[in-house]
C-alpha cells in the first residue's frame, strides 16, 4: 500500500475537522465533507466553517495558519465523487449506527477500490458498521479512533474487524506512527475499545468516591492530577473540557453494551451530573460546568460548583495536609505508596480509586486485551496518564499491593492470584543482555513472562541507563552511549533549567565524543528541552551583586554555545516542547536540530527584564540578516507554536528536522547526526552585518510607538533600548561587519547591567513565585 497523498474526511465535527487539520499538519491534503449548508449560497459552509473553527482554536489545531490551505471544504451532495481520488476516507459523523451506515453506501460508489477505509467511531461495533460492504471493501475497512485532540494526544486505536487483510492493519498502524506522529495500540473490537473502557471506569470511580468522601470538586482535582501522575486537567476539569453531556452519553452507552459486566454501574453518570445536564451545564462549551470563569481581564476569577447546592462559589485553594506532604516527595513512586498509607480521608479516597482502577484492568485481561501492555500504553497516550493501571501497580509495589487488597477482602483476578503465587516481582521486569535494554512484560493468560517486542527507531534513555549505565553525571545532566559512535548528552535538572552543572556536562560531552565518539546529540526525554537559565541562581547573585561570579557564569555559558558550534564533529539538538532562552540558544549553535513537531522555543528573556546573553541575539542577526526583525522576535518575546511556525520565524534552518512523533526523536537526532558525520567539517567562523546608529534609531522608534499605543511599559522600553544596543552593533556611526566575540561581549554587558536594576529583580521575583511575567 502507498503513502496517501489525499485522505477525505466524512464529518466536519470537532473531531472531523480536527483530524482533517492533522494530516494538514502532516503534509497530506485532506477533503473535509458534511451535509450541505441550507443557508446563504454556500453549500459548503459547514466544512467552511469547521476549517476556520480549527484554525482558530486554543491550543491550536494546526501547525502553521498556512496549514489550512491543505484541507478543501465540501459537502455529501455535491463533492462525495471527489473522494474517488483519495487513498483513505475516514468517516467522523455522529455517533449513530443508521447515519454511520448510509453514509458508506453512498461513500463506497465512488471509493477508491484500493482505499483504506476507516471510522472514528468510539462505541459502535464495527462488525455492524461493516454488515452491508461488498467483501472487497471489508478486506480494508477498520477503526482508526483518534483522541480529542488529535494533534495534541499522542493516542490513536486501530480497530480491525475479522476481515480486515493484515497489510491494512500494518500500513495504517506504521504511517499513523511515522507520519501522523501517533502511540497506535491495535485494540479488540469491544465496547469503547481500550483507554475508553478503562478511562470511563476510572472516572465514574472518582465521582463514587467523592461523593461517598465529601470531597469538593476542588478537593478531587487536587488529588487526582499531577500529583498521582495526571495531567493538571485531573478529574472534573477534563469533563468540562471535554463536556458533560460527550462524557455522559459515552458512560450510558458503555452502560448498556456491557451487560455482563460486574462493574458496569460505575459507567452510569451520577445524580449530580444528570441535574447539571438538566440545566445545561456542559462544561467550557456552554460556559459552565463544574467550574466557570466570572468577571473580566485581571479581575476575572473562577468558581467552582457545590455537587450537592448547586451553588458556585471562588474556587477554594486546597489545603488538605497530605497534599503539603507528598509534595515534598520528589518521586512519583515514592509519593504514590506515601499517598494510599495515609489513614486519612484523603489517603482512603486516593487507595480506593487506584486499587479499584488496577483491579478493573486486570479482569479486563483478556476481554478488551490480550495483554497488559496495550492497555498501559492506551492510558499513558490517550489519557496522559504517567503510568497505566500495571505500571501503576508496579510503582506501588505488586506484591504488598496485592496482599493489601486480600486482607480487606478485595477478591483478586484468578490470573492474578496465579502470578502472585509463581513469585513474579511485577507485572514488568528488566532483561538486558550485552548492553542492550530489554523488558518483559507478564503475559496474564500463559502465566509466564515474555519478551516485550522492540520498537525499531524508538529509543528510551531510562533503558539504555539502565542496560549500560552511564559515562558520567552530575546533577545537571549525563553522558550516554547510544552506540554507533553517537553520545548522548541528556538533561535532567529541575526543568531542565541550565546551571553551572548544565555548562560542565556539555564540556564534558565534548570531549569524550572528542576522544571516543563520532557526533554528539544533545537530547532529554523529560517534560522540557530546557526552559532557560536557573532563575533563582541568577537572581541571588545579583541580589548579593555577585557581579564577577555571574559575569564568570555567562561567560563560561557563552563559551560552550560557541564550543558547540564550532566543534570538529557534527552536535545535533533535539528540542522539544519548551525550549526556551539559554535552551534555544543551545540549540541554535548546533551544527542541525532534530525538532519536534511539537515545539515551543523562543528567546524569551525580555519577560525577566533582561535580553539573551548566551549568543541568541548573535544568531538570530545571523539567520534573519535583519536588525528590525531579530528585535520583534526577541523584544516581544516570540514563542513558537510548532516546528513549522519556529522555522518561519527562522528559530529553525532548512536544514533542519522535524519528527512528527516524538518517540522517535531521540533515535531521529543520532540518525541525522551519523549522517553529518562523514567528512564533518566545521562552520568557518562568521562575521555579522550590523546597522549602528540609523538601525539603534529605527528600533528604538517601533519600541516608543508601542509604547505610546499602551502595548508596553515604561520599562519594557528600556529592556528595549538595551536589546536595540546589542542588535544595532553598539551604537556604531554605521553599518558595519564584526565579529561574533564583539557581540556576545554587548550581550553579556547589556544582560548584566539590567540585572543590576531592580525593575529586572522585581520581574524575576515575580515569575519564580508565579510562573507569570511581572508587567512594571
Known sequence: MKNPRQVAVLGAG??????????????????????????????????????????????????????????TPGNFDDHLAGIASCDWVIEAVTENLAVKRALWARALEYASPAAILSTNTSGIPLSRIAESFPAQARSRFLGTHFFNPPRYLHLVEVIPTPETSADAISFVSQFCDARLGKGVVVCKDTPNFIANRIGSFFGGSTAKYALEGGFSVEEVDALTGPLIGLPSSASFRLLDIVGLDVWAFVGSNLHALTPDDPWRERFLPPPFLEEMLRRGWLGEKSGQGFYRRVGKGEARTIEAVDLHTFEYKPAAKVALPILEEARAIAGLPERLRSLVASTSPAGTFLWKLLSDHMLYAAERVPEISDRIVEIDRAMRWGYAHTYGPFELWDALGFEATARRMEAVGRALPESVTRMLSSGAPGFYRAADAAGTPRTEYFDLGAGVFRELEPRPGITVLKDWKRARGVITSNPGGSLIDLGGGVLCVEFHSKLNSIGEDTVQILQAGLDETARRHTAMIVANQGGDFCVGANLMLVLMAAQNQEWDELDAAVRRFQNICMALKYAPFPVVAAPFARTLGGGAEISLHAARAQASAELYMGLVEVGVGVVPAGGGCKEMLLRLGDARKAFELVGMAKVSTSAGHARELGLLRTGDAVSMNQERLLDDAKQLALSLAPGYEPPAPQSVSVGGDPAFALMKLGAWLMREGGYITGYDMVVAEKLAFVLSGGRLTATQTVTEQYLLDLEREAFLSLCGDPRTQARMQHMLKTGKPLRN
Open 14 to 71: 470537532t473531531m472531523g475537522s480536527r483530524i482533517a487539520a492533522h494530516f494538514a499538519n502532516a503534509g497530506i491534503p485532506a477533503l473535509l465533507l458534511d451535509l450541505p449548508s441550507q443557508e446563504g449560497g454556500d453549500r459548503s459552509a459547514t466544512a467552511r466553517k469547521a476549517i476556520d473553527t480549527a484554525a482558530k482554536a486554543k491550543p491550536g489545531a494546526l501547525f502553521t495558519s498556512s496549514s489550512a490551505s491543505r484541507i
